[in-house]
Structures are given as C-alpha cells and as structure tokens.
C-alpha cells in the first residue's frame, strides 16, 4: 500500500506563494495518477489538481488554473504543488492523494490513498 505525507503548509499573506510537497511512502506509485484537493471550514472536499503517471498530462480546478502547478517525481515517488499568488480563497486544509483507478482525475473516487493534510492559510 502507499502511504502519502503532504508539507509545505504555512501562514502567507496574499499574493504569496507556497510550495507543497507529498512524499508516497510505503510503496511505489507507478503507473498510478496522484492529485491535490481541499477542504475549507464548513466546505465540501474539493479537487485542486492533479498529475499523471509520467508528468506530461495536468489537470486543474478552474479556480487554480494560471496560478498553481503541479508536478511529479517518479524516482522520488513525490508530488508537488506549487502555488502562487494566493488568495484567501485559497485557504484550507490541503490532502494529497494516490488514483487507484482511471477516471476523471477530479473525482475524488479514483483516489484510494490520502494523506493527513497540510494547512495552508492566506490572510488578506
């Protein structure tokens, strides 16, 4: 199985950036697409972004789209999730997540493995 374990998480002010990290411990991740969602207080879980296997196909929220990045290391078994220009929107608690199934990336029922989470907070 594959244990992922997100950091990077702080406290920025608006217009910062941040860059999130996720290491998928406890096995590989090949052939496996690995994604970012989020969840703010009193909010449902929602899809941030996500990567393929080989790091050539990406996919974003609109709501990210132009101002986050997402990319992988398969030697590393890392993904990571640069984010620029935060906004207070853009506060929640940030999981990373392992697909166990093709699909669309942004259906939180392809992912099988999630980590804890890492707070991200953006004050205005």
């Known amino acids: 199985q594959v244990q992922p374990v997100e950091s990077g998480g702080g406290l920025v002010q608006a217009g910062d950036s941040l860059r999130l990290s996720c290491a998928a411990s406890g096995g590989t991740v090949a052939n496996l697409g690995m994604g970012w969602f989020r969840q703010a207080p009193a909010k449902e879980r929602e899809f941030v972004a996500a990567v393929s296997y080989t790091g050539t196909s990406t996919y974003y929220a609109r709501a990210v789209k132009g101002r986050f990045t997402i990319s992988r290391d398969n030697a590393k078994s890392t993904v990571n999730l640069q984010m620029n220009n935060l906004k207070p929107e853009d506060t929640a608690v940030y999981y990373c997540?392992?697909?166990?199934?093709?699909?669309?990336?942004?259906?939180?029922?392809?992912?099988?493995?999630w980590g804890q989470g890492t707070q991200v907070t953006v004050s205005s």
């Open positions: 997540a392992v697909a166990t199934a093709r699909g669309a990336y942004s259906d939180s029922v392809m992912y099988q493995y």
